[in-house]
Nanobody
Framework: QVQLVESGGGLVQAGGSLRLSCAAS????????MGWYRQVPGKQRELVAV???????NYADSVKGRFTISRDNARNTVYLQMNSLKSEDTAVYYCNAYNRYYRDFWGQGTQVTVSS
């Protein structure tokens, strides 16, 4: 089992920045990738950014050049630095871990609201 706890969401003006954090615990050595997804009411959850154990990253086209995913192995924490925020970035952001047993784990979600 992997437990994920997110923090760092909040209200920010358009053009501003936020950094989300996701602290992992439990069977962290089984994790292959960690990432961030987001969801707005009435829409499917969508990938924002993913980071593999090898250091490869993948971003949604809508956030490329504005968001950066990174990790601190010593703290078992993954970050999502979000710059130049837009109103369309408003969503609940979820941390995800995918392990070598093909299981997904999710955090509780953190609200990001960008005011225009």
């Amino acid at each position: 089992q992997v437990q994920l706890v997110e923090s760092g969401g909040g209200l920010v003006q358009a053009g501003g920045s936020l950094r989300l954090s996701c602290a992992a615990s439990g069977d962290i050595f089984s994790i292959n990738t960690m990432g961030w997804y987001r969801q707005v009411p009435g829409k499917q959850r969508e990938l924002v950014a993913v980071l593999t154990n090898e250091g490869s990253t993948n971003y949604a086209d809508s956030v490329k050049g504005r968001f950066t995913i990174s990790r601190d192995n010593a703290r078992n924490t993954v970050y999502l630095q979000m710059n130049s925020l837009k109103s369309e970035d408003t969503a609940v952001y979820y941390c995800n871990a995918y392990n070598r047993y093909y299981r997904d784990f999710w955090g509780q979600g953190t609200q990001v609201t960008v005011s225009s």
